[in-house]
């Protein structure tokens, strides 16, 4: 893994630009709202029985939107934030436009890289490997906002380039016919869980065997578009942030976009539902506008009293996040591969080192939702004590 370990803050973290009218230049706020993120995702994707796990421990099974749904959009909304905070920083120091590129590159490829390492642990068969999910997207969201930013800091073209995107795929899926099978609406229901544009797009691309569902990827190439709308939401409100309004301000602004977004999206989900599977408008803006009003709530309650931000992070419940906010990536990895492991140790036939786990508890507590839910958080914890020495070391791994 090509990564460095530094005793100072990554240039990724949450620095503020100096222009920002604020007696601390840090966001405890964004730190905070990153490691909840994580540690949600971490929770949702290691149920201990996804039979039996709460409902909004779970995605939606098509149209809708749940909890967990908003998870993922959440932490590319952050990404788009911290990537204008750090490129920001780094230009305003004189660093060149191509030393900042070759980063970027270098990032994503890693990042790739990763994803393909997450996917394929332990086995790494090549018939079966999955080249896009969680840390691919990102890749390719951070790879496009990030030089987007890095030749142009203006925010015109990325409010043009988000509506463009929205209206574009919306346009994608509704009008363009599905190969073999016609026009939705016409040859083909719209938004058809299978006959759909981008679904058309993963399986022309790889065979079932490299999808995570057979007949598409969950978090597939051809989704992507709108999800590089959802970071770019993210670079629009840094861009906001650098400006030299007063922090009040700030924070309304961000809340009533927030709310803006979340009714547009809801009022868009009528004739464009709301899929995060398909990763629609209508989701871009309802999740992004939840993503935007969590940040003005954390920006309130953390960032405030910028004085008293060395009391705060004396907190327990502060430290918890922080420790997930300060290594996001790694807590995931270790995550995702200590979840693959479990599941490919085999205890007896037809059962692995997952299952026993969680049927202990399910033993001890015999209600299963909620025994999969105590898995859920017992797995967190161990993903938390697996980061916290680096947190307390002050190590901070930056890819």
Not at 68 to 78: E, G, K, M
Not at 193 to 205: E, I, K, T, Y
Not at 323 to 347: D, Q
């Amino acid at each position: 893994m090509s990564s460095q370990l530094q005793t100072h803050l990554p240039s990724a973290r949450t620095y503020l630009a100096p222009s920002l009218p604020q007696a601390s230049n840090r966001l405890l706020s964004l730190d905070l709202l990153r490691g909840l993120t994580i540690a949600f995702m971490i929770l949702v994707n290691d149920a201990g029985d996804f039979n039996s796990a709460y409902w909004p421990l779970l995605h939606s099974r098509w149209n809708g939107c749940t909890p967990t749904d908003i998870v993922f959009p959440t932490f590319l909304f952050i990404i788009g934030i911290t990537t204008v905070i750090s490129l920001s920083s780094r230009l305003s120091r004189g660093t060149p436009k191509r030393t900042l590129f070759l980063q970027i590159l270098r990032r994503s490829v890693i990042l790739f890289l990763l994803g393909i390492l997450v996917n394929s642990f332990p086995f790494f068969n090549l018939h079966t490997m999955r080249f896009f999910g969680i840390l691919p997207r990102i890749s390719v969201c951070y790879f496009v906002v990030a030089t987007l930013y890095l030749f142009s800091q203006g925010w015109r073209d990325k409010l043009a380039l988000f509506i463009a995107i929205l209206i574009g795929y919306w346009i994608l899926l509704r009008f363009v016919p599905v190969p073999s099978y016609g026009v939705p609406t016409r040859g083909v229901p719209f938004m058809d869980p299978l006959h759909n544009l981008a679904f058309w797009v993963d399986r022309s691309l790889f065979s079932a065997s490299h999808l995570s569902d057979g007949t598409h990827d969950i978090t597939g190439l051809g989704s992507t578009l709108p999800s590089i709308a959802t970071t770019l939401l993210g670079v629009l409100t840094a861009q906001w942030l650098r400006t030299s309004h007063t922090f009040t301000r700030k924070v309304r602004n961000i809340a009533l976009a927030g709310f803006a977004a979340v009714l547009l999206g809801g009022l868009w989900n009528f004739t464009f539902p709301i899929n995060k599977e398909l990763w629609t408008s209508s989701f871009v803006l309802f999740a992004g506008g939840i993503s935007m009003l969590l940040l003005a709530l954390f920006m309130w309650i953390f960032d405030r009293v910028p004085s008293a931000l060395s009391a705060r992070k004396r907190s327990p419940l502060i430290t918890v996040l922080l420790v997930f906010g300060t290594n996001a990536i790694t807590a995931y990895v270790f995550s995702e591969l200590l979840a693959s492991g479990l599941s490919s140790i085999p205890i007896h036939p037809g059962t692995n080192l997952q299952e026993i786990l969680y049927l202990s508890i399910l033993h001890i507590v015999p209600n299963a939702p909620f025994a999969s839910l105590l898995y859920s958080l017992a797995y967190v914890a161990v993903c938390w004590l697996f980061t916290y020495p680096l947190y307390r070391r002050g190590l901070f791994i930056k890819i």
